[in-house]
């Protein structure tokens, strides 16, 4: 068994943390919420439990690079890995027993989400999307690239890694193939809240700005790769 963890990076979701934290801690994982910028910070009512770490970023800085604040503390306590699970409460920390049987030490495990009917039609067309571009930077046909919950191997914090927002979890799957790296699926559940409910950080337009120039600096740096110039 490998020793892996659970990293919550959160902004600004006041209402859904502390439900998301405890379901965390339920798994008898380790816990570390990094509160990236919060306003009003992040405040856990919560006894105190060894087993739960609170790190706190100060402005905000991107999920990618509360992502890595995470995985950093993950590998200072000893880990091999680390899972990341969104603090919106779309995902549910007990799916982590779905990556049982994976190789979390080597591979980035991508939780797969099972899209219901209440799911916008712009998250799926964005799924396909994605899928698409990583298929032509990588060669690997992935079902959800843009799936928040995951398992990292602590190595990708060796990795060049540009990116430090939404786009962070773009670079690192194509960054880790390129290293030699493998990327495994497992199915998950997700929750949609209804449209009214849902508090979301993404910026339809400079964030999906900057996917689409790290896709395209991507790909003609893929096609460099290819013919051998690195």
Not at 32 to 38: R, Y
Not at 100 to 124: H, M, Q, T, W
Not at 145 to 171: A, C, H, M, N, W
Not at 181 to 196: A, F, L, N, T
Request: proline share 4%.
């Amino acid at each position: 068994m490998y020793k892996t963890c659970i990293v919550i990076p959160v902004y600004n979701n006041p209402t859904t943390i502390e439900d998301v934290v405890y379901a965390a801690l339920k798994t008898k994982s380790t816990v570390i919420v990094v509160d990236d910028g919060s306003e009003p910070s992040v405040m856990l009512n919560i006894d105190e439990d060894e087993a739960l770490y609170l790190v706190r970023h100060t402005p905000n800085k991107g999920k990618g690079e509360a992502i890595l604040t995470g995985g950093n503390k993950a590998k200072e306590l000893g880990f091999d890995s680390f899972f990341v699970v969104d603090g919106d409460g779309q995902h549910f920390p007990h799916e982590i027993t779905n990556f049982i049987g994976k190789d979390l030490e080597k591979c980035i495990v991508i939780g797969c989400r099972r899209f219901a009917e209440n799911v916008p039609g712009s998250s799926k067309f964005g799924r396909k999307f994605s899928n698409f571009w990583i298929w032509t930077e990588t060669g690997l046909h992935l079902d959800d690239t843009q799936s928040g919950f995951r398992s990292y191997p602590v190595t990708v914090l060796d990795l060049p890694i540009e990116k430090r927002r939404y786009d962070f979890e773009i670079e690192v799957l194509v960054r880790h193939v390129w290293n030699g790296g493998c990327i495994e699926e497992v199915e998950i559940e997700v929750y949609y809240p209804k449209p009214e409910e849902r508090i979301s950080h993404f910026n339809a337009l400079t964030d999906n700005v900057r996917l689409t120039k790290l896709h395209s600096r991507l790909f003609f740096k893929n096609m460099l790769r290819l013919i051998g110039i690195k």
